[in-house]
């Protein structure tokens, strides 16, 4: 059987971190790896004959640049995980609140603001809840993302959302919820990775603000969210993060590309987790 072989997008960081770590564990399963460097400078031409060797591509970065890859490789025919689709309902945060809706998960009651201050402050006073989180639709990492305790200090946020960037793009409105941020990482449908993410030093446990992580049991109420979620989404390599209200499970967000290193110790293991979904999808017609 021809050697399967696997493209990896990616920036320089990641390739320096887990680069080494694909390429060992490949070797292992008889699989080659082509890693990609999108902090390259690009060309077309390049890129696409990189692109043709390979069996599947994952692309292990998630940003507008990336994105635009994603479906011209689409275009060529190459299998690549994930879907651009599949990144239009994540990083959405309006459409992930929607598509939750549509499939009665539960989550934080969120509301779209009017891109007019004096409707949004309306908008707002109507919505009731307070504190507030507001979020402009799309972000990574805690990036815009802010907790406003009244109608004055949402007024500024908003605004300051509004002066950032080139666009005016929509903030979302959110319940603000007092709990640790739990992150669940699922790999093919196999839940493969809890971590508790904590913070003790602000409101913000996602992303880069996580300061404590340890492992978390599942229990079955948790495991059923997690499956639905991943199905309505399509997705096949994420991060899912859930929070607790009185005791009941409310999904926040969803992240393809996730981090594989919540656990040094656990790092190899993940990433064969990615490689073994790689390899069995490259094989399949």
Known sequence: MKKKTIGILSCSR???????????????????????NLSDKFDIKSFKRKVKQCDIIYCSVWDDFSVELTKTIEEWGIK??????????????????VKCKKHNVPTPETILLSENINNAKSELKQFGRWPVILKRINGTMGEYVEK????????????????????????????FIESPSY?????????VQTALKKNNAGWKATGVYAKRFEPFDIDKKLERIIKKTVKFLDIKIC??????????????????????????????????????LLIKAAEEK
């Open 183 to 191: 992150r669940v990482t699922v790999i093919g449908n196999k839940i």
């Open 80 to 97: 690549i995980i994930e879907s651009s689709k599949s990144y239009y309902c994540t990083e959405d945060k309006w459409m992930f609140y």
């Open 239 to 276: 991060g899912i993060d859930v929070l607790k209200k009185g005791g009941k499970w409310l999904l926040l967000e969803v992240n393809g590309q996730p981090s594989l290193d919540f656990f040094e110790e656990e790092h190899e293991r993940i990433i064969e987790e990615v490689l073994n």
């Open 14 to 36: 990641e390739i320096e971190k887990e680069g080494k770590l694909f390429f060992e564990i490949a070797k292992k399963k008889g699989v080659k790896v082509i890693l990609i």
């Open 148 to 175: 406003a305790r009244g109608m004055a200090e949402a007024e500024q946020i908003i605004k300051k959302f509004w002066k950032k960037g080139s666009e005016k793009l929509p903030i979302i409105a959110q319940e």
